[in-house]
């Protein structure tokens, strides 16, 4: 048994896993799904990103976890693989869904084209927040207009301080034991910084046939993803 903490991207919360606890539950494994500072029942929050990092670690030690499976989604690759460090030997396995990584010093706008003003003046715009988007962003990702609208209708406004702060690691990323699951209809290839992590012994590449939000468009085969990871 391992102890699965699922933390979704920018904007969603705990309840972007609805579809996901009941497999790896089935299995018979702990499931701990997490809304971050900020978000969903969380909203309103000025959250920094070394704000999401401790909720991610203080999860952990608050329900005793060990064995712990650490699922990062989209933006929450970046807080979960700080706290993959700092949970240390709690740690069994750190699982990327179409994320992006921490890169020590660099923050989540750092490698956008424009450095990321464009979000940056966003936030500005709108209370310290990163604002939704239209139905329209999810186009193309293998969704079905239902899982579009729920989307839609759980997302929230982001708090904007944890995409811009830099991230802050103890060591290289590349020594964590962990599978990086690329969604192909968001990109046939890994990012360079991934693709660089991916050279590692302890690094595990996985293709899923989808979009970026596979927790909605394919649970199941989420699911035995992440089954697979933990057993390794």
Same mark, same amino acid.
């Given at each position: ?21 009941? /497999? ?7 499931? /701990? ?26 999860? =952990? ?47 989540? =706008? ?27 962003? /999810? ?40 599978? /990086? ?52």
């Amino acid at each position: 048994m391992v102890n699965f903490v699922l933390v979704a991207g920018a904007r969603l919360g705990a309840w972007a896993w609805d579809e996901v606890v009941p /497999y790896l539950r089935a299995a018979g494994h702990g499931v /701990y799904p997490l809304t971050l500072s900020g978000l969903a029942d969380k909203r309103g929050v000025l959250a920094g990103q070394q704000t999401h990092v401790q909720d991610i670690v203080a999860e =952990v030690e608050r329900q005793g976890l060990r064995d712990v499976v650490l699922v990062g989604h989209s933006y929450s690759g970046i807080p979960v693989g700080q706290a993959a460090e700092r949970i240390g030997d709690r740690l069994a396995r750190v699982v990327f869904v179409d994320s992006s990584v921490p890169t020590d010093g660099e923050s989540f =706008v750092s490698a956008w084209p424009d450095g990321g003003a464009g979000v940056k003046a966003s936030i500005a715009k709108n209370g310290g927040f990163w604002p939704l988007v239209p139905a329209t962003h /999810y186009d193309g990702e293998g969704l079905t207009d239902e899982q579009i609208a729920r989307l839609v209708r759980g997302s929230t406004p982001h708090p904007g301080a944890t995409l811009t702060e830099p991230a802050v690691l103890a060591g290289p990323l590349g020594e964590l034991p962990a599978t /990086y699951i690329q969604c192909l209809l968001a990109g046939a290839e890994p990012d360079d910084d991934v693709a660089e992590l991916l050279n590692s012994k302890h690094w595990q590449l996985v293709k899923m046939d989808t979009g970026h939000w596979p927790m909605f468009s394919q649970p199941r085969e989420l699911a035995q993803i992440l089954l697979d990871a933990a057993g390794e």
